[in-house]
T-cell receptor
Framework: ETGVTQSPTHLIKTRGQQVTLRCSSQSGHNTVSWYQQALGQGPQFIFQYYREEENGRGNFPPRFSGLQFPNYSSELNVNALELDDSALYLC?????????????FGNGTRLTVT | GDSVTQMEGPVTLSEEAFLTINCTYTATGYPSLFWYVQYPGEGLQLLLKATKADDKGSNKGFEATYRKETTSFHLEKGSVQVSDSAVYFCALRGSGGYNKLIFGAGTRLAVHP
């Protein structure tokens, strides 16, 4: 069984640029959520996708957007990068979107904005 | 809004010592509670969970009991090993039908031989 995989593992961008992060969910999982983990802090929920639609969002501005594809893989897009966007971005998939479905996390993408 | 507070680290222990990491929460309704562990360079792994009051979650020698009266979910282990060195996160998931987890800031544990 393949777990959650994210790419790239590391990325360096300049302020004002745009970035796309990718996530392949665990086999059979139809729900994907994204989290931002700043250095020394706990992860913060960005949004969740279920069957290709966003169905939950945290306190992040619209320049954070996403997609989910028919094979349940997902992208996180961030426009107009700011220095504070530097963080570890974690993707998590689950078998379904219910409260009893455990989340399986990938190893994350480390984004540095200079 | 919902929140999680956990004790600040780092926690430094000798091998075979007893571990407690405190976690308290604020939430409406009846949240599910979790402990996740993060090893260096890796994502989060679910360590244990509890979904209702008085439930005890356990895994790999770690335990935590859902205490609604004190809104707490403290993590304990009777005898830590060097391999337990990691960052531990307490988290809650409220109602709402989607998988939003609210995490504490994390507690770094360092175990020395």
């Amino acid at each position: 069984e393949t777990g959650v995989t994210q790419s790239p593992t590391h990325l360096i961008k300049t302020r004002g640029q745009q970035v796309t992060l990718r996530c392949s969910s665990q086999s059979g999982h139809n729900t994907v959520s994204w989290y931002q983990q700043a250095l020394g802090q706990g992860p913060q929920f960005i949004f969740q996708y279920y069957r290709e639609e966003e169905n939950g969002r945290g306190n992040f501005p619209p320049r954070f957007s996403g997609l989910q594809f028919p094979n349940y893989s997902s992208e996180l897009n961030v426009n107009a990068l700011e220095l504070d966007d530097s963080a570890l971005y974690l993707c998590a998939s689950s078998l379904r979107r219910g409260e009893d479905s455990p989340l399986h996390f990938g190893n994350g993408t480390r984004l540095t904005v200079t | 809004g919902d929140s999680v507070t956990q004790m600040e680290g780092p926690v430094t222990l000798s091998e075979e010592a007893f571990l407690t990491i405190n976690c308290t929460y604020t939430a409406t309704g009846y949240p599910s509670l979790f402990w996740y562990v993060q090893y260096p360079g890796e994502g989060l792994q679910l360590l244990l969970k509890a979904t209702k009051a008085d439930d005890k979650g356990s895994n790999k020698g770690f335990e935590a009991t859902y205490r609604k009266e004190t809104t707490s979910f403290h993590l304990e282990k009777g005898s830590v090993q060097v391999s337990d060195s990691a960052v531990y996160f307490c988290a809650l998931r409220g109602s709402g039908g989607y998988n939003k987890l609210i995490f504490g800031a994390g507690t770094r544990l360092a175990v020395h031989p």
